[in-house]
């Protein structure tokens, strides 16, 4: 699965020394459609043996119309206060957007208590070239992949890990680098329906960024990181 969120900027603002409100004003637009995907996927699953399975998945969408929010041109008004007002509209991109991609998929049941599941996804986003949207195709990352590994301890303790690989953003206002980091689960059902939990996530690196937001409603680009963490969680289903 893909997602594409674009934006154009048909005005810059020189910097200002000092800190003025902005007002983001919304603008309807009645000649909004709807998008429209064609889509086709075929695939294969095999059975080695009782206990490791593959799947096998190739899919191509093919888009048009796709809505994407367009910033317009930003206006400074001076009376009776400074005030910076940005309109943002929703429209239809102009050009065809073609996504295609093949998914694979493992499962091994090592032993009763042991087991190994993994997956690989590799996108490519074609579309013909469009001046106000030239880095579409870099929004998205070309590769991700997952390997996780559970084992259950005894009949109510579990543990949990997994390596996880995105790789880079290659659009110019993104320049995400790729990164791999790791998370970890342990998890302890006293009774059934009833499970304590502890989750470390991002384990590798302090922080690591995923996304600029340099397209859309933001006056000016920044990107956040996502941070190590560590947290606990208690959850009773009955």
Same mark, same amino acid.
């Given at each position: 699965?893909?997602?594409?969120?674009?934006?154009? #900027?048909?005005?810059?603002?020189?910097? =200002?020394?000092?800190?003025?409100?902005?007002? =983001?004003?919304?603008?309807?637009?009645?000649? *909004?459609?709807?998008?429209?995907? +064609?889509?086709?996927?075929?695939? /294969?699953?095999?059975?080695?043996?009782?206990?490791? #399975?593959?799947?096998?998945?190739? +899919?191509?969408?093919?888009?048009? &119309?796709?809505?994407?929010?367009?910033?317009? &041109?930003? $206006?400074?008004?001076?009376?009776?206060?400074? *005030?910076?007002?940005? !309109?943002?509209?929703?429209?239809? *991109?102009?050009?065809?957007?073609?996504?295609?991609?093949?998914?694979?998929?493992? @499962?091994?049941?090592?032993? @009763?208590?042991?087991? +190994?599941?993994?997956? /690989?996804?590799?996108?490519? =986003?074609?579309? !013909?070239?469009?001046?106000?949207?030239? &880095?579409?195709?870099?929004? $998205?990352?070309?590769?991700?992949?997952?390997?996780?590994?559970?084992?259950?301890?005894?009949?109510?303790?579990?543990?949990?890990?997994?390596?996880?690989?995105?790789?880079?953003?290659?659009?110019?206002?993104?320049?995400?680098?790729? /990164?791999?980091?790791? @998370?970890?689960?342990?998890? /302890?059902?006293?009774?059934?329906?009833?499970?304590?939990?502890?989750?470390?996530?991002? =384990?590798?690196?302090?922080?690591?960024?995923?996304?600029?937001? $340099?397209?859309?409603?933001?006056?000016? @680009?920044?990107?956040?990181?996502? !941070?190590? $963490?560590?947290?606990?969680? +208690? #959850?009773?289903?009955?």
């Amino acid at each position: 699965q893909s997602n594409i969120a674009v934006g154009t #900027s048909s005005a810059t603002i020189d910097p =200002i020394p000092f800190a003025i409100p902005v007002q =983001i004003m919304a603008q309807a637009n009645p000649d *909004l459609k709807a998008e429209k995907v +064609f889509s086709a996927e075929i695939g /294969y699953r095999t059975q080695w043996s009782n206990r490791f #399975s593959t799947d096998v998945t190739a +899919f191509s969408n093919h888009y048009t &119309d796709l809505i994407i929010l367009n910033r317009g &041109d930003a $206006s400074i008004q001076t009376a009776p206060t400074l *005030l910076i007002t940005q !309109p943002m509209m929703w429209t239809n *991109l102009s050009r065809e957007v073609t996504t295609r991609g093949i998914e694979v998929s493992a @499962d091994w049941n090592v032993l @009763d208590w042991m087991r +190994f599941t993994g997956n /690989y996804s590799h996108l490519k =986003i074609e579309k !013909p070239y469009d001046p106000n949207n030239p &880095d579409m195709a870099g929004l $998205s990352p070309r590769h991700r992949g997952m390997l996780r590994w559970q084992i259950d301890m005894n009949e109510q303790t579990h543990l949990d890990v997994t390596l996880r690989h995105v790789g880079r953003l290659n659009a110019v206002n993104q320049n995400v680098p790729a /990164y791999t980091t790791f @998370d970890a689960r342990l998890a /302890y059902e006293p009774v059934a329906g009833m499970e304590w939990s502890v989750v470390a996530q991002n =384990i590798f690196a302090p922080r690591h960024p995923e996304f600029r937001d $340099s397209a859309a409603v933001s006056l000016t @680009d920044f990107a956040t990181e996502v !941070p190590r $963490s560590i947290y606990g969680k +208690f #959850s009773w289903n009955f």
